[in-house]
């Protein structure tokens, strides 16, 4: 007889819910494993946020981000947020009007997501990145401001700031890389500021913020890249931390590169935001950068 060792059992791949607990409540988180997981090998993974009215596993799907996820062999981890909005919920971001009373500790939340993900599946916790969009941007944006440590780089889809309302109130510990994507045509988050009382400064002002914060030395240089696409970027930053903003002349309020209209202006699909932000995260773990 020969004997043939026990193989791992491979993760169960595809589309699942985490259990978190937290505060004495537990959530189901969405969770997407790619195909080709193994048991062994520690995933990159990353925290992909909803916008206010959206939901984890509405933003997984609005992001299309299984495709990527599956190319790129990362995991994805989308939670929902807790505050009731429409059909949907929003996020508590810190600063931003007066939440509800009894509402969730969104930072304290996100600790226990990311911790609960590395001790429950095959991560590799250096390389934890974060995105979001519009409010799940604003929300991941305030995150990195608080926990540089947990996350290696985050993108900002229509959503980025940068403290509020002045960097003195985004203190990272670190320097935190940074990529972000935005339209002209934005109705709900205006590049150019204004809007609501949760935006009032541009994305551009966002940047700079960010380049600030990271010691940045070099830039604004800006380059055309597509017909409606233009990419600003500050470089020779403390521990090669970039920033890099997308900027897209006729975009919406939108993602860029998504399949799915959400009724919101104009889809460019001249870049795909999913394909970008992944050639940006894998230069960077927590801690080190470039």
Known sequence: MVFVP?????????????????????????????AGAQPTLP??????????????????????????????????LAPSAAIPAASGFAWNVPGVGTPPPGARDDIAFLDRVITTATTSLCLDPARIYGAGYSGGGRMMSAYACRRANRVAAIAA?????????????????????????????????????????????????????????????????????????????????RD???????????????WPGTPIDNGNGTVTTEINANALMWQFFQRFTSGSAG
């Open 6 to 34: 026990a193989q791992p059992t491979p993760p169960a791949t595809g589309e699942r819910t985490l259990p978190v607990s937290f505060a004495g409540d537990q959530y189901a988180v969405t969770v997407y494993i790619p």
């Open 43 to 76: 995933l990159p993974a990353i925290v992909n946020l909803h916008g206010s009215q959206s939901t984890g596993s509405a933003q997984l799907r609005y992001s299309d981000m299984k495709k990527a996820a599956d190319i790129n062999s990362f995991l994805v």
């Open 157 to 237: 889809v229509a959503g980025l700031r940068a403290g509020r309302p002045d960097p003195a109130s985004c203190a990272p510990a670190r320097p935190v890389p940074v990529i972000t994507f935005h339209g002209r045509q934005d109705a709900t988050n205006p590049y150019a500021g204004g809007g609501s009382r949760y935006w009032v400064y541009s994305t551009p002002a966002a940047q700079r913020r960010w380049a600030w914060l990271n010691g940045c030395t070099s830039g604004p240089r800006t380059t055309t890249i597509s017909t409606h696409v233009t990419r600003t970027t500050y470089t020779a930053c």
């Open 240 to 254: 090669g931390a970039d920033v890099v903003l997308h900027t897209v002349a006729d975009g919406g309020h939108t």
